[in-house]
């Protein structure tokens, strides 16, 4: 069964510092992973995701995230934090087709803090 | 093109009621998929569903807890003889029928509040 790991409830940086939130999964064969943004009382926007190819991938708002298969690791960052990323952040994983299933499992989410 | 949209954006239900959750997937999309966001915590999957065939419903609570998609019209997520612990946000997710599957679009979701 897959699982998302995301450390750390909570992260506070301040305005301008880097942005570092943690992802970490667990699957038997590498899924498809991806970032999403919510704003209060809003529903969930996709942020960037990955599925093939360069491990690297750009996303909206400044962010990026790199897969590495072997630290079963999706974290996004962004190099300098803005008063209006202040939100929540989930990682996501989905099965790649033909694995079986079409669930998407999310993380339980980190509040992101940007002091000024 | 317009996004999903749920209705009612907010809805208040006493112990016992039931409520009846909206979904209308972006144009374009057959599959529609239902999550439960409690206070605090992440989206937990409920069922995923395609025009007239519920797909997969693990999610879902064995009892008091229904879903559909008809052939026209919204999906309706409908949760019968409401508690308090039903109290969540509730997000619809669509997407298209084709290789893109995967990437899923969210409305703006549901909050129920049971007294």
């Known amino acids: 069964a897959q699982s998302v790991t995301q450390l750390g409830s909570h992260v506070s940086v301040s305005e301008g510092a880097l942005v570092l939130l943690r992802c970490n999964y667990s699957?038997?064969?590498?899924?498809?992973l991806f970032w999403y943004v919510q704003y209060p009382n809003q529903g969930l926007q996709l942020l960037l995701k990955?599925?093939?190819?360069?491990?690297l991938v750009k996303g909206i708002n400044g962010f990026e995230a790199e897969f590495k298969k072997s630290e079963t690791s999706f974290h996004l960052t962004k190099p300098s934090a803005h008063m209006s990323d202040a939100a929540e952040y989930f990682c996501?994983?989905?099965?790649?087709?033909?694995?079986?299933?079409?669930?998407?499992?999310f993380g339980a989410g980190t509040r992101l803090f940007v002091k000024a | 093109n317009a996004g999903v949209m749920q209705n009612p954006r907010h809805l208040v239900r006493r112990r016992g009621q039931e409520a009846r959750l909206r979904c209308s997937p972006m144009?374009?999309?057959?599959?529609v998929y239902w999550y439960r966001q409690l206070p605090e915590e992440g989206l937990k999957f409920m069922v995923y569903?395609?025009?007239?065939?519920?797909?997969?419903e693990s999610g879902m609570p064995k009892e008091r807890f229904s879903a559909e998609f008809p052939k026209e019209g919204p999906s309706i997520l409908r949760i019968q003889q409401v508690v308090r612990g039903d109290s969540a946000a509730y997000f619809c997710?669509?997407?298209?029928?084709?290789?893109?599957?995967?990437?899923?679009?969210f409305g703006p979701g549901t909050r129920l509040t049971v007294t």
């Open positions: 569903l395609q025009k007239e065939n519920i797909i997969d």
């Open positions: 990955y599925t093939t190819g360069a491990t």
């Open positions: 996501a994983v989905t099965p790649t087709p033909g694995t079986g299933g079409f669930k998407t499992i």
């Open positions: 144009k374009g999309h057959s599959h």
């Open positions: 699957s038997s064969v590498p899924p498809y």
């Open positions: 997710a669509s997407s298209q029928p084709d290789r893109e599957y995967y990437e899923q679009y």
